[in-house]
């Protein structure tokens, strides 16, 4: 297994932006697919964006198209999400996970992921 811990999770006023990494202790591609999910209290985990392991292709979830880009450096064993424009209702646990199937179309269920972090916390106040 590739044990995930992500960081960069915090504060931020309406508008503001914060990129969260995921660093992974193994090696990140090998036909890995990577995705970010968030939770709120009360909820299911709900997608946000992945990367497939082939040419990193991306996928994002309509709430935060054109605001969320996620990316990944296989040299660092790192995947990354930028938060741009952030509104309250971005407010979440954020979580990185791993789906070892590699599949594409890139799953949005979280129940096809078989790793995940710990989770970090994003605060967006108005």
């Known amino acids: 297994q590739v044990p995930l811990v992500e960081s960069g999770g915090g504060l931020v006023q309406t508008g503001g932006s914060l990129r969260l990494s995921c660093a992974a202790s193994?090696?990140?591609?090998?036909?890995?697919?990577m995705a970010w999910f968030r939770q709120t209290p009360g909820n299911e985990r709900e997608f946000v964006a992945a990367i497939y392991w082939y040419k990193d292709q991306t996928s994002y979830a309509d709430s935060v198209k054109g605001r969320f880009t996620t990316s990944r450096d296989d040299a660092k064993n790192t995947i990354y999400l930028q938060m741009n424009s952030l509104t309250p209702e971005d407010t979440a646990i954020y979580y990185c996970a791993v789906d070892l199937s590699g599949d594409w179309p890139i799953h949005r269920e979280a129940a096809q992921y078989h790793i995940w972090g710990q989770g970090t916390q994003v605060t967006v106040s108005s």
């Open positions: 193994g090696r990140t591609r090998e036909n890995q697919n």
